[in-house]
């Protein structure tokens, strides 16, 4: 597909990167001509360096021969503006960032009168992801599928667990509840297990099931923690408004500490349910005095990936019983994934997941298309949810005579409302949709999981 992407920051470069990696024609515009040099240093793609607005610029870039145009750039205005202009110009599908709460409530009329394929908002989406690791706190990484019927639940196992020296052939029967392990990393290595597979100390383990079968798991497993009801966030930018609200919603308990004063009266004015501090988030002695020590779980949210992870780390040591921490720099998030920071929350993957599920089902003919897409495993694996058509390969056969790829699993099938954790009698239909996880990227449609004929 031949794509333009308006603005190379963070999301930007992120979209970059992966949509190159699986074969797609990138035009990256942006203004700063040193954003632009590196991304063509790095990735085989081409710039153009200009207001992406512009439809001199946008013309320069290809974008009325383009199949899709995605606005990433860090003002929402720009974005909607982009997005107008390339569908003038004839782009086939256009893809805006918008992040700003007043905008978001009024999305449905702007994709609407804007012509928006899709808009995303890196901060809503990261908020939610929070929300659902709080209701699970021993979990790392909580991903739903199927509209919530079905969640993918990484976490991993601590010294002592029963499930250290457990051969998964041996999984259901010991804990007699529909749970599938779907995915393990173990060191530097991630791969999709077969029955016998031995549980480790230390594997980091991606199951599915249904919530209610997730809690009544990590019940039986003895690493059930209560869900949180008092939570401590640092920083009060767009996540922490998002989150706070959701929480809040849920008769949770919220303090924030901002060292902004301006910002923490407009979050009064905006959150007057929620405790709203002015002061540095950093300094222990505050954190102290605010209850860090009684508190079920902090969130450190600051604009600065390092003061998050110091801040978590401080946490950890006081015992805070869950702590989550945003960090957008890739290369920081596998330094301090050794070191007791866990539970990761990075915005820009977020919104590049949601957006290449996008493409990827754009790219698809027939058959199925993918609704979903979480990269789990320390990214060593996918999970998609594929809906199935009509003309699909997988239809109507048995899973034990299905010709699977190595490295691919099926791991849920959701039917009429009902969530299966399929067997090899079981079958695929048209209509379901088809939770599949697999080491191989690049998978946008259901046939693919096929060995070639």
Partial sequence: MDIV????????????????????NITVIDNHAHALNNTMNLQDV?????????????TEAGVPKADLLIAA???????????MVAKKLGAKHTIARVRNPEYQQQMFFLKDELGLSMAVNPEQAAASEISRLLRFPSAIKVEPFAKGRIELVEFKVREGSPLHGMKLADFYGHFKLKVLVCAAAREDEVFIPKGNFVIQTGDKLSILATPADVSAFFKAAGTFQRRAKDVMIVGGGRIAYYLTRQLIETGIHVKIIENDEA??????????????????????????????????????LTGIDEENIILSMYANSRKVDKVITKVNNSRLAEMVSNVGVESLISPKDIAANRIISYVRAMTNATGSHVETLHRIADDGAEALEFRVREGSRCVGIPLKDLPIRDNVLIGAIIRGGSCIIPGGNDEIRVGDSVIVVTTI?????????????
């Fill in 46 to 58: 081409s710039c153009v360096e200009g207001n992406g607005v512009s439809h001199i610029v946008q």
């Fill in 5 to 24: 992407i308006v603005g190379d920051g963070k999301v930007g470069y992120t979209l970059t990167e992966r949509l190159s990696r699986e074969d797609h």
């Fill in 263 to 300: 910002h923490c009266e407009r979050l009064c004015e905006l959150l007057p349910k929620a405790q709203i501090l002015h002061g540095d988030g950093t300094d222990h002695e505050l954190l102290h005095e605010e209850g860090l020590d009684n508190t079920d779980a902090l969130v450190a």
């Fill in 73 to 83: 750039t860090s003002a929402d205005e720009i974005n909607m503006l982009c997005c």
């Fill in 441 to 453: 990227a690049g998978l946008e449609e259901l046939n693919r999981i096929l060995k070639e004929a």
